[in-house]
């Protein structure tokens, strides 16, 4: 579609906003094109993205349907509008779009790996042979590169083919280009430590405010966050508020608050209790405004790295729920290297730096157990997919909770999910998922090492029963 100069010109400044985040100056131009030609196709469907990033889905699904009426042969319209169908559970609809950018422009490789994340792959599967051919054109550039490697990947994966499987994700991690400063985390994990040791704990005891409202669940990527908080997201009294970036603002702003001028933790001896409450008070409000009226007992805030700030949450809510999901390691590890994450989670790319962030997260989680004992919920991944009703009841009466019926059958529940488990959730719970690692058992070596668990396999003694060598990974 042509485009005249002075417009393009006009849709790059809006877009350079958009991408800084600047979505008010962004969506007052679009406006003024759209004030000029209401049918303009790329202003549309930019202002839906902007809709999608302020978690307005109805109406960015309107403008994002309307561009895509008017420009059907934009491959880029149909893949982003394939990702806002796939968060809010229109899949079929999802895979439809996603295959018609890959019709329109066969070389785009996020769309292979969108659709890719979607469909259970067979042997016969005719994407296979369009994503080798691509791969082997050698005309790609890094980034679109990587997606076709983590696409072929996950086909490779579920048709059995393990190590070409991995193969693939080494190069599609390595073509991200993501680094992750593995020392300047662990020292900061240090200074979180001291300056959340046991006598801050005491300190800040009756700080902040009584609410039980908040819920946090936390733990590592891929381990079952998202999973749980659909579980108890339908139950008829808890709001599921998704992955909020919301305590690490908190975080930033208690360096305003402090006397000491120090960004967190390093802030956190020169707050007073008052401070706690003010900033409670201001994070349950953002809640109830993401809820649309407020009127849950309960809401959920799954980021899971908000294990970062548990410290900080009790100062705030020493009420609060935090419950911390576990699977495993090894499962955890494999699942994050073979996630291509859009942002964040860098140190997921490289499986040696994985692995020690691996071994940071669970020296935090020991330090938070130590100093709040009793408090924070631990619910395993395995056993809940296992023992689903069991698992969720025990999880209700740690919220305070009735048992739902509704609960059990999370998957008919019809809320928005953003993260990589959007398929997961859809679904009643399924147990492919477990023990996945032993197809990677030699790749995993390293990571095993690092982490400090065992990989042997089972020995078996001709004769007599399955002697498991003392791994309960096994």
Same mark, same amino acid.
């Not at 934009?74 to 950018?101: D, K, M």
């Not at 296979?128 to 990587?146: C, P």
């Not at 076709?148 to 994966?157: S, T, Y």
């Not at 056993?383 to 969720?392: H, P």
């Given at each position: 579609?042509?485009?005249?100069?002075?417009?393009?010109?006009?849709?790059?400044?809006?877009?350079?906003?958009? #991408?800084?985040?600047?979505?008010?100056?962004?969506?007052?131009?679009?406006?003024?094109?759209?004030?000029?030609?209401?049918? *303009?196709?790329?202003?549309?469907?930019?202002?839906?993205?902007?809709?999608?990033?302020?978690?307005?889905?109805?109406?960015?699904?309107?403008?994002?349907?309307?561009?895509?009426? $008017?420009?059907?042969?934009?491959?880029?319209?149909?893949?982003?509008?394939? @990702?806002?169908?796939?968060?809010?559970?229109?899949?079929?609809?999802?895979?439809?779009?996603?295959?018609?950018?890959?019709?329109?422009?066969?070389?785009?490789?996020?769309?292979?790996?969108?659709?890719?994340? +979607?469909?259970?792959?067979?042997?016969?599967?005719?994407?296979?042979?369009?994503?080798?051919?691509?791969?082997?054109? @050698?005309?790609?550039?890094?980034?679109?590169?990587?997606?076709?490697?983590?696409?072929?990947?996950?086909?490779?994966?579920?048709? @059995?083919?393990?190590?070409?499987?991995?193969?693939?994700?080494?190069?599609?991690?390595?073509?991200?280009?993501?680094?992750?400063?593995?020392?300047?985390?662990?020292?900061?994990?240090?200074?979180? $430590?001291?300056?959340?040791?046991?006598?801050?704990?005491?300190?800040?005891?009756?700080?902040?405010?009584?609410?039980?409202?908040?819920?946090?669940?936390?733990?590592?990527?891929?381990?079952?966050?998202?999973?749980?908080?659909?579980?108890?997201?339908?139950?008829?009294?808890?709001?599921?508020?998704?992955?909020?970036?919301? +305590?690490?603002?908190?975080?930033?702003?208690?360096? *305003? #608050?402090?006397?000491?001028?120090?960004?967190?933790?390093?802030?956190?001896?020169?707050?007073?209790?008052?401070?706690?409450?003010? $900033?409670?008070?201001?994070?349950?409000?953002?809640? *109830?405004?993401?809820?649309?009226?407020?009127?849950?007992?309960?809401?959920?805030?799954?980021?899971?790295?908000?294990?970062?700030?548990?410290?900080?949450?009790?100062?705030?809510?020493?009420?609060?729920?935090?419950?911390?999901?576990?699977?495993?390691?090894?499962?955890?590890?494999?699942?994050?290297?073979?996630?291509?994450?859009?942002?964040?989670?860098?140190?997921?790319?490289?499986?040696?730096?994985?692995?020690?962030?691996?071994?940071?997260?669970?020296?935090?989680?020991?330090?938070?157990?130590?100093?709040?004992?009793?408090?924070?919920?631990?619910?395993?991944?395995?056993?809940?997919?296992?023992?689903?009703?069991?698992?969720?009841?025990?999880?209700?009466?740690?919220?305070?909770?009735?048992?739902?019926?509704?609960?059990?059958?999370?998957?008919?529940?019809?809320?928005?999910?953003?993260?990589?488990?959007?398929?997961?959730?859809?679904?009643?719970?399924?147990?492919?998922?477990?023990?996945?690692?032993?197809?990677?058992?030699?790749? $995993?070596?390293?990571?095993?090492?690092?982490?400090?668990?065992?990989?042997?396999?089972?020995?078996?003694?001709?004769?007599?029963?399955?002697?498991?060598?003392?791994?309960?990974?096994?």
């Amino acid at each position: 579609m042509p485009v005249d100069t002075e417009l393009k010109e006009t849709l790059s400044r809006a877009m350079k906003r958009q #991408l800084e985040g600047n979505f008010a100056e962004a969506e007052k131009i679009y406006r003024e094109i759209l004030k000029k030609d209401a049918q *303009q196709p790329d202003a549309l469907h930019l202002l839906g993205l902007i809709r999608m990033e302020q978690e307005n889905d109805e109406e960015a699904v309107k403008l994002m349907e309307q561009a895509l009426g $008017l420009f059907p042969s934009a491959s880029h319209f149909h893949h982003n509008i394939a @990702g806002l169908y796939r968060r809010t559970g229109r899949l079929e609809e999802a895979e439809a779009r996603f295959r018609e950018a890959i019709r329109l422009k066969p070389d785009y490789g996020e769309a292979y790996q969108g659709l890719a994340e +979607m469909v259970k792959f067979q042997t016969d599967d005719p994407l296979i042979k369009q994503v080798d051919e691509q791969l082997r054109t @050698g005309k790609l550039e890094d980034a679109n590169r990587s997606y076709f490697h983590f696409a072929a990947g996950k086909i490779l994966d579920d048709i @059995g083919k393990h190590s070409e499987a991995f193969r693939h994700y080494v190069a599609g991690n390595r073509l991200a280009n993501r680094n992750f400063e593995t020392n300047a985390f662990r020292e900061s994990i240090k200074n979180l $430590l001291y300056y959340c040791s046991r006598s801050f704990a005491e300190r800040n005891a009756g700080s902040g405010i009584d609410s039980e409202a908040p819920v946090f669940v936390v733990g590592m990527p891929r381990s079952g966050t998202t999973l749980v908080e659909q579980i108890l997201s339908s139950h008829s009294e808890v709001f599921g508020a998704g992955e909020l970036n919301e +305590m690490k603002f908190v975080a930033a702003k208690t360096q *305003q #608050l402090s006397k000491f001028d120090q960004a967190y933790p390093a802030s956190l001896p020169g707050l007073r209790k008052d401070d706690y409450a003010n $900033l409670a008070n201001a994070y349950l409000r953002r809640l *109830q405004q993401l809820s649309g009226d407020g009127g849950f007992g309960r809401y959920i805030d799954k980021h899971p790295l908000n294990f970062q700030f548990v410290g900080l949450i009790y100062a705030m809510f020493p009420n609060a729920r935090i419950i911390h999901t576990v699977r495993n390691p090894l499962d955890t590890c494999l699942s994050c290297y073979f996630q291509n994450f859009t942002k964040g989670q860098d140190y997921s790319f490289d499986l040696t730096a994985l692995a020690h962030f691996y071994n940071d997260y669970r020296r935090v989680m020991e330090h938070w157990e130590t100093i709040y004992p009793g408090k924070i919920y631990t619910v395993c991944y395995e056993d809940l997919v296992e023992n689903q009703e069991e698992e969720t009841r025990r999880l209700l009466e740690f919220m305070g909770l009735e048992f739902e019926q509704n609960c059990i059958d999370f998957h008919k529940t019809d809320r928005k999910v953003s993260t990589a488990s959007f398929l997961q959730v859809r679904k009643p719970i399924y147990k492919s998922s477990k023990k996945r690692w032993v197809n990677y058992r030699q790749e $995993l070596s390293e990571v095993a090492r690092i982490i400090g668990v065992s990989i042997e396999p089972p020995v078996t003694i001709t004769g007599s029963s399955t002697i498991q060598g003392g791994s309960i990974l096994s």
